[in-house]
Each structure stands twice: as structure tokens, then as C-alpha cells.
């Protein structure tokens, strides 16, 4: 429906007030209310209509029902009475359809002289198959016999000549659809005609309100649902005779909103005007049971999932970070956290799923309400927090929003080691299934900490890192915190320190993570000896160490410390069975409560953050405080990781390509596929300018899948036709974030199917460092794109933490020689050659293509030809190209002459 038409709905013509007044004693409006109560029952789901006295047989009329049957509607086998048409229902009884056991609860209610009654019913049908039906009768409409109508669960159920029906009849009729019937005009100037009397059991609204209010239809749709519903109704100009069925929520005159079913059917008056006869349905209590079916469904998933990981052995602090991550997500749940009982009167905070202002303490009395009942093991339902007394010493710790909760204890075997609670923002939103439910995750979640609770307290193992012993990040940023608090009550100053170990996956690589793992443990006990008792010295994880200084007199008193623990590392570390000597990088951040603006522990964090990066690209081994230089450079980033989800988002990003041509043959072998962003304000960007930041954002992943999907797309087109030996490969770079992505082999092989390239013409180019990891996950993604046919490359190999058991670990086709030895050749440095030598030998000893890369001279293009390089590529060969001028050099019309 066009917004012309929703904004003349229900306004009067000239000379109709008075017709509009009197609705439901006018004629005309009578006859189009009973063409709409016929069409809902041909068309909105009524099973049919029957008319007999108590006892008496069944006087079935052959009308356009005869043809709908129960089966058709209700799934039911066609038996005796049950599922056949109306015609044949003839001579038969009420009592042929009753159960035994509900007959006489039916007559007397339905025959009761001068009353209306609704009864649901047992019905029966063949073989004893009993289906629910819905019976409507109105034993006082006075039409030849006593009628009953039935079954006919959703709207008008009689069909009966005019004649027989006075105007009270008929208005009984109508007065007895469970639903909305209306009739309104097509066509942009269309308006409500009628609407029945159940709009105002349903909506609240009387029929004259809503036919009167042009706007009151719009204005009433749930602002999420508006879209929908007005794409149903502008189907309505169409022409279309019937139209599919909308559900949307409509909300009441008290506020409430209403779910809606809406059909509606064209059909012509008797001059001939098309109109719309329509029925919507309240299906707000089916819609509440499958919200309910759905939540259970997941509540159960919940459960069922911390059962496995439980059993799998996962440490407690997982199990409770993913329930209360997954509980704080339910629908209508404000916050669910997980709390401690540290001592015989404190409640401590685990975990949280959101923050709504809770202090990470509660007082916790076993013999008081709520926490006598939790003692026992009993889940409590809290339907309201400001109607019960009980509750008044919770007061100063709720936070406003939160209106009804439920608690859960987490039990062991002898004692309770905390509880689970939730939030919500309404009243008595929790329900029994609700608190069923998380007893059964609190009852596994107990069974879990009980199992891992030998020599470390609950309260230990969930705050200090198993490794090393010292405080981990959920205790280190609770800390950090409580200093940021202290400091503004006495005008102090808060330091921290952002540590992490220079080349550590060297170590972890070369020697291996146990060695790894025993450096850390040498390293943890000199951190926490240049600190100050009060400090703390936390691993965030991997080498990665936090350090509050909670109260220092300046920043210099900051870089003090730092240099301190920069010396207490660079003495001799056994590991291993020998000395190693290692550095690190220290970021520096100090903040004054009261002179400064307001900073979270988060805030400081991350400027402690950016210090140490900035420590290492400087050179590693050295500190770096936080200051505007640092602040400036971290808002630039930021606003280019801005922008770069606009380029994305806007089609930005170009793919270009560089060629990689054989040295034997001086063909045209391959491409490397590059992205550049096409800035609308700064031009073309090279990715060096962008890409690192993409990498530090979830953006790189996205810029990864574009990449992929675009060249194996282009790949398939310069391929059709070709023969056999002289298809067109092209390469891909892969970042880590790509290579962990689950599926990542299923999605390239669909690419290929797609866009019909066959596996060999497509290579996969991946760095050192990501092999560094040793990551069982790349391990397999990689063997499974191998297993595809994909050609598996080494990037810039030579540079990196090279090891020679790569190239025979993992199943790679090429090693691509470093830009650093190719740009060295010519140059009178013979180690520069000696190096590309050793690289091309040991590839060829292989069996893998050796490609050069960077060559930008002729007289590197004959040294790597003569060294033996299979495959080269740079600015002297071609710089990156578009895709026209890449097509070119596909046909062989843009290859240079030195290379033919």
C-alpha cells in the first residue's frame, strides 16, 4: 500500500459521515463484512460450517466449502465425519465427531439457552486418531434450527443464504471470528470501508477509531517491522487477485504489541468496484511458544556444550567465560557474570558478559535471603527486585536498569564455590524452565571446578597465569583499575608498563616451546623483583607482561622501573641446558585522575600498547612512553582503519597484477595478484600504506577473501580457450589471519568450480612466519588446499627465521627468492649471489620452482637465468598491472623483447 493510500484510510467520502457513523447497522457495509467473512473462509484456513440442532443430524449446504476438507487443514486422514467435504457431513450427528470422554462437557456448554461458548475439544478421527480442534458456536443466533458451527479454527464459519440471517445474525456471525475482518478500497485513494468489532479485543482500538484515523495503521507498525509490512501492502497495487500472507506486530492502544497474521483476496462488489477483503489473525501466543521452543533449544545447546568441553578436560576459567558470554547474549538478558565466594562474606567478580556498573564485590550472608536458599543448592527467581525487603541490602549495589534476576549456586562437592547470576531489564522475565536451565549449566560448570580443584583455590586458578604463577590479565586489569581509583581519591599518579620478549618465536621455533615455556619461568621472577611490594607483574599471555606501578611521584619514576627490568633480562637465562640472552620492548603509560581527562584501565592499556610498538619498530631492546607523538600517529591509524572499511564497503580496493614470466622460455607463466586502494581523495595507495594496519584489524580477512574471490575470477576468464600448455596461473598472497580461517579449502575450492580454473593454475603464497607458528590448524589447512591441486608457495625466502626443515615439513611447490639478494646481484657484493645460488640449488634439489623476484635490471635477469631460477618477476619485466593491460600481456602483445 503506497503512503497515499495509508494516509486517506478511513476518511469519509461526502454525504458517508453518517455511513461511517452507523457501521455496523448499515446494509451495504453488512454485505461487504459478509463477502470478507466468505472469502476468509475460502481462503484463511476455516475448516467448514455446519448447522444442526443438539441431537438432530447435520444440514450440510453445497456451497464453494464443499470442496475444503479437515485433511486439507489439519494433516488429518480422511475417516468417518473427520475429513471429508461439507456435502457429505449430511444426516450425520455432532456426537460422530466427540470424543467419548468430552461429550458431555461439549453439548452442555454449547447448548446452553441464551449463552455463546468456545470450547476446545478432543476430537476423533479415524483408526482413534485424536487431533485438537477449535469449535465456535453462538447458540443465539435464531436462523431456522439451533446452530453449531465446526470446526473452524480461524475465522467465519457460516455460509448461509441472506435471507435466512436478520442483521442482529449476522452481526452474532461476525462478533464470533477470532480475527480481524476488514474491507477497504484498492488503489492509491483507498480507504477502510469496515472493520470488525475484534479490533478492539485485539488492538484495543473501536472500529470507527481505526477507519477514522488516516494514519493510525502506519503509526501503529513495530518500527522493525515496517519495512516488511509496507512491501506487503504495495503489492496490493499490483493487481494480483490474492496475495501471500505477512506477519508483522502491530502495537495496541496499551502499548503492548500485537504479532499480526494479515491475508487478503480481491474481490468485486456488486457494481463492479474491486476491493479488498482481508483477514489478520493475533498470532502472538504462537509466536511466543516458538520463542520459547527456540530458547530452550539453545539453553539446552549451552548445556550440552560445557558438558563436552568439561569432559574434554578444558580448564574451569573457559568454561566459565563461555557460559556467561553465551548467557549474556539470550535475548531480553541484560548481564550475566560469574562470582567467587572468596570468604564467608564477599562475593567476588569472575566474569562478566557485559558492564553495567556492578562493583566486583557483594555481600554474601548464608543466613540471610537470597543466599540461605542458594546455600541449599535451590536456583531463586527474583521477579522484582524493588517488591521484596528481603532484597533492600542489595540496593546500593544494583544498577538501575536491572528489574528481575535469577541465581544459580555453582556447587562442589562439600561447599559452594560461587554462583551465576542474570539480569534483566523487566519485571518476572525469568520463568521455572528459565531457572531449570541454569542449574544444569551451574551444576556442570560445579562438577568441572571440582575435578581441577587439587593444590591452587578456585579464586588462584582463575587469576594468576598457570605458567609463570603471576597474576593474569583478568586480575591484572582488575588491579590496574582499584590504582586508577586510589589515585584520583589522593591525586597520585598511575604508571604501567607494557613489556614483550624481542624474538620470541625465534625461540619457540628454533629450539622449541618447551624451551620457550622455561624461559618465561626464568623471566617472571626478575620482572617481580624490580617492582615495589603493591606493584603487580601479570602475563597477558604468550610474551606479553603487564605491570601496574600503582602509585609513582612521576613518568620518570616509570622509565626507572623499565630500565630496570631491561638489565634484570639481559643477564644470561639458562634454557634449555645453556645461556641465552635475550631483550625486550617496554611501552610506557602514566595517567593523574583530576589532571588529565578521565582514562579507563582499557584506555591506559592501550597507550601502553602503542609504546611498545613504537619501542620495537624502533629497534627493539629499548622504552617508549606515551606521549602526543605516539597519540597523533595511533589517531591516524585509526582513521585510515576508518576509511579502509569505507573503501571496502564502496568498492575501492583494485586487484592488480604483476607477470611472472619463464626464464627458459620467456612465456608468460603466471601473475601475482596485489590489492591497492584506489583513495578518492589521495589516489593509488600501495599496500604497504595499508595492508599492516588491515593486519592488525579483523579487515585483513575480509581484504584476503575480495583478493582470492577477484583473481581466481580473472584467472578462470584469461584461461577459456587456452591449451593445455600455455594456461595462466595466478598467485594469491595469504595472510596468518587466512590460514586459520575455518573452511578456507572448502571456499577455494567452490571458487574454482565457480569460475572453472583447475587447481594447478592457482597458488597460494604464504611467509616463514606464519610456518613459525607451528600451529597444528595451519598444518592442516594447508595440506588440505594442497590435497586440491593448489600450488603452495614460500614468500620471501631467506630473510625470515629460515629453516630448511620448512621446504620438507610442508608440501610446497615454489620458494620465491627475496627482493633483499636479488636487488644485492650486480652490486659487487658476492654474498648477495652466493646466497640466491644456495637458494636456487637447494630448490632444485627439491624438486620446487625457484621464481626471483624484484628483478629490475638486465643484468640481474642474466645472473638469475644463469644461477639456474626457474621463473622471475619485477619493475624490468612489468610493474604491477590492470587488468587491460594484464590481459595484453596474456595475448603476448605486452612482453618486453629481452624477455621473448
Known amino acids: 500500500m503506497s503512503t497515499d493510500r495509508r494516509q486517506t484510510k478511513g476518511k469519509a467520502l461526502p454525504g458517508q459521515e453518517a455511513l461511517l457513523g452507523d457501521l455496523r447497522r448499515s446494509r451495504s457495509v453488512r454485505e461487504a463484512a459478509e463477502v470478507t467473512a466468505r472469502a476468509s473462509v475460502e481462503q484463511f484456513g476455516a475448516i467448514g460450517a455446519v448447522v444442526s440442532d443438539p441431537d438432530g443430524p447435520i444440514a450440510a449446504r453445497p456451497t464453494r466449502l464443499d470442496p475444503l476438507t479437515i485433511a486439507e487443514l489439519t494433516s488429518v486422514p480422511a475417516g468417518v465425519g473427520v475429513g471429508k467435504p461439507g456435502s457429505a457431513l449430511a444426516g450425520m450427528t455432532i456426537a460422530c465427531f466427540s470424543h467419548p470422554e468430552m461429550e458431555g462437557m461439549r453439548l452442555s456448554a454449547a447448548w446452553a439457552p441464551e449463552s455463546s461458548a468456545r470450547i476446545d475439544d478432543l476430537e476423533s478421527a479415524v483408526n482413534a486418531l485424536a487431533v485438537w480442534l477449535r469449535q465456535y458456536s453462538d447458540p443465539t443466533l435464531e436462523i431456522g434450527n439451533r446452530s453449531f458451527t465446526g470446526p473452524g479454527p480461524t475465522s467465519a464459519d457460516y455460509e448461509l443464504e441472506k435471507e435466512e440471517m436478520d442483521s442482529a445474525g449476522f452481526e452474532h456471525l461476525i462478533d464470533s471470528v477470532p480475527a480481524i475482518l476488514y474491507t477497504a478500497e484498492m488503489g492509491e485513494s483507498g480507504r477502510w470501508l469496515y472493520v470488525s468489532p475484534q479490533i478492539e479485543k485485539i488492538l484495543g482500538y473501536t472500529p470507527e477509531e481505526w477507519t477514522s484515523d488516516t494514519t493510525l495503521w502506519y503509526r501503529s507498525i513495530h518500527p522493525d517491522d515496517r519495512e516488511h509490512a509496507l512491501a506487503f501492502e504495495d503489492e496490493r497495487l499490483i493487481g494480483l487477485d490474492i496475495h501471500p500472507p505477512a506477519e508483522y506486530r502491530l502495537r495496541a492502544r496499551d502499548g503492548r504489541y500485537v504479532w499480526i497474521y494479515e491475508r487478503a483476496r480481491l474481490i468485486r462488489n456488486e ?78 567478580l569472575c566474569h562478566r558478559s557485559a558492564n553495567l556498573g556492578w562493583s566486583s564485590t557483594l555481600p554474601y550472608d548464608p543466613e540471610q535471603y537470597p543466599d540461605s536458599h542458594l546455600t541449599q543448592g535451590d536456583v531463586v527467581l527474583i521477579p522484582s527486585w524493588e517488591d521484596d525487603p528481603r532484597l533492600e541490602r542489595f540496593v546500593p549495589f544494583l544498577p538501575e536498569p536491572v528489574r528481575s534476576s535469577m541465581i544459580a549456586p555453582i556447587m562442589g562437592a562439600v561447599d559452594q564455590f560461587g554462583m551465576i547470576i542474570v539480569h534483566s531489564g523487566k519485571i518476572s522475565a525469568f520463568s521455572e524452565q528459565d531457572g531449570n536451565f541454569l542449574r544444569a549449566a551451574a551444576n556442570v560448570l560445579g562438577n568441572s571446578i571440582e575435578r581441577s580443584r587439587t593444590d591452587l583455590s578456585l579464586e588462584h586458578r582463575l587469576n594468576h597465569d598457570p605458567l609463570t604463577d603471576l597474576p593474569n590479565r583478568q586480575l591484572f586489569t582488575r588491579r590496574l583499575a582499584e590504582a586508577i581509583d586510589e589515585a584520583g581519591s589522593r591525586e597520585g599518579t598511575v604508571g604501567l608498563l607494557f613489556l614483550d620478549i624481542d624474538h620470541f618465536k625465534l625461540i619457540n621455533a628454533g629450539i622449541g616451546h618447551h624451551a620457550g615455556d622455561e624461559l618465561l619461568r626464568e623471566i617472571a621472577p626478575r620482572l617481580s623483583k624490580s617492582v615495589r611490594r603493591g606493584d603487580t607483574v601479570a602475563r597477558f599471555g604468550g610474551d606479553e607482561f603487564g605491570i601496574v606501578l600503582a602509585s609513582i611521584k612521576s613518568a620518570d619514576e616509570a622509565k626507572e622501573v623499565a630500565g630496570r627490568m631491561l638489565q634484570s633480562i639481559s643477564e644470561p637465562i639458562p634454557v634449555a641446558g645453556t645461556e641465552r640472552f635475550v631483550t625486550a620492548s617496554i611501552g610506557v603509560a602514566t595517567y593523574q585522575p583530576g589532571r588529565e581527562e578521565p582514562k579507563s584501565a582499557e584506555d591506559l592499556i592501550r597507550d601502553a600498547d602503542a609504546a611498545m610498538y613504537l619501542a620495537k619498530e624502533s629497534g627493539r631492546a629499548r ?11 595511533v589517531l591516524r591509524r585509526l582513521d585510515v582503519e576508518r576509511q579502509l572499511h569505507g573503501a571496502i564497503e564502496n568498492g575501492e580496493l583494485e586487484a592488480v597484477y604483476q607477470p611472472i614470466v619463464s626464464l627458459r622460455s620467456g612465456k608468460l607463466r603466471a601473475f601475482e595478484a596485489l590489492t591497492r586502494w584506489n583513495h578518492p581523495e589521495q589516489g593509488m595507495l600501495e599496500p604497504d600504506l595499508f595492508i599492516p594496519i588491515a593486519e592488525e584489524s579483523d579487515l585483513i580477512g575480509r581484504i584476503d577473501s575480495w583478493i582470492m574471490a577477484e583473481a581466481v575470477r580473472q584467472a578462470g576468464l584469461w584461461n577459456v580457450g587456452r591449451d593445455e600448455s600455455d594456461r595462466i596461473t595466478v598467485s594469491v598472497n595469504a595472510s596468518s589471519r587466512q590460514i586459520r580461517k575455518p573452511g578456507l579449502a572448502a571456499e577455494i575450492a567452490e571458487l574454482l568450480v565457480v569460475n572453472d580454473l583447475r587447481p594447478e593454475n592457482l597458488a597460494i603464497e604464504i611467509t616463514e612466519n606464519i610456518l613459525l607458528t607451528g600451529s597444528a590448524v595451519i598444518d592442516d589447512v594447508l595440506r588440505e588446499i594442497h590435497d586440491l591441486g593448489v600450488r603452495l608457495a614460500l614468500d620471501d625466502f ?36 652466493a646466497i640466491a645460488d644456495a637458494i636456487t640449488q637447494i630448490g632444485r634439489a627439491l624438486s620446487l620452482l625457484v621464481v626471483a623476484e624484484a628483478v629490475s635490471t638486465e643484468t640481474q635477469l642474466q645472473m638469475v637465468r644463469d644461477l639456474g631460477c626457474s621463473m622471475a618477476q619485477g619493475y624490468l619485466i612489468a610493474p604491477p598491472l590492470g587488468v587491460d593491460q594484464a590481459t595484453d600481456f596474456v595475448r603476448g602483445s605486452g612482453l618486453p623483447d629481452l624477455i621473448r
Open 623 to 633: 622504552v617508549e612512553s606515551f606521549g602526543k607523538p605516539i597519540r597523533e600517529r
Open 271 to 348: 457494481e463492479g468496484v474491486p476491493q479488498w477483503h482481508g483477514v489478520m489473525q493475533d498470532i502472538s501466543a504462537l509466536k511466543a511458544a516458538e520463542t520459547a521452543i527456540e530458547l530452550k533449544a539453545e539453553q539446552q545447546v549451552l548445556v550440552a556444550r560445557l558438558g563436552e568441553m568439561a569432559i574434554r578436560g578444558e580448564d574451569p576459567d573457559s568454561l566459565l567465560r563461555y557460559a556467561v558470554d553465551w548467557i549474556g547474549q539470550i535475548e531480553g538478558v541484560l548481564e550475566a557474570s560469574i562470582w567467587e565466594q572468596e570468604d564467608y562474606r564477599e562475593l567476588h
Open 798 to 833: 631467506g630473510t625470515g627465521y629460515s629453516s630448511l626443515s620448512y621446504l620438507s615439513d610442508f608440501p610446497l611447490d615454489a620458494i620465491k627468492i627475496d627482493r633483499a639478494f636479488v636487488e644485492g646481484l650486480g652490486r659487487g657484493d658476492p654474498g648477495n649471489s
